[in-house]
């Protein structure tokens, strides 16, 4: 258990006296101090794209009527997740929402946890949960457009005459 002292009471200020309370809400921190002057933090990960497309999901009139009726017939392809969500073959339908759908590949691209994917890569990776009409040409445009991946791929090609094969004398 770590033992939070204020920045005062500490010799040398650590980076939770730093923060404002106001920033650990925003967080969605929960806070609780106890009797002898502690505070516990406990920060809760909620999923947002999840939510957000589930939400916009029900303002879709499209989708709302494969919903009512993977309700009634549930289908080979369509069916309703245990969340409430419009699923086709169990990945999660997408709206045609530009905002949420660049919310998404922009996370799946610049992200934290990705590092500039190739078209192909980040189709791979994001049709194992999302879903959505033309989706792998969105991905396509999205990555076309990227400056950094255009330099890369500059970068990396090699001109044509240097892929010319090369006659190489035996050694006898």
Not at 138 to 151: M, Y
Request: proline residues 6%.
């Amino acid at each position: 258990m770590i033992d939070y002292q204020p920045g005062k009471a500490n010799v040398v200020a650590d980076a939770l006296s730093r923060k404002s309370l106001f920033a650990l809400r925003a967080m969605n921190a929960q806070l609780t101090s106890s009797k002898d002057g502690s505070v516990l933090t406990e920060l809760k990960a909620r999923p947002t794209f999840p939510q957000e497309i589930c939400e916009a999901q029900k303002s879709h009139s499209e989708l709302l009527s494969k919903k009512t009726q993977g309700e009634s017939d549930v289908g080979p392809d369509f069916q309703i997740g245990f969340d409430g969500c419009l699923r086709f073959r169990e990945r999660i339908c997408v709206p045609k929402n530009n905002e949420l759908i660049r919310k998404i590949l922009d996370e799946a691209h610049s992200g934290c946890l990705s590092v500039h994917p190739r078209s192909t890569k980040m189709y791979n990776d994001l049709k194992k949960e999302y879903w959505w009409p033309g989706m792998k040409r969105d991905i396509s445009e999205f990555v076309s457009k990227c400056l950094v991946c255009q330099q890369v791929e500059v970068e990396h090609q090699v001109p044509s005459g240097l892929l010319q094969p090369v006659m190489v004398p035996e050694w006898k």
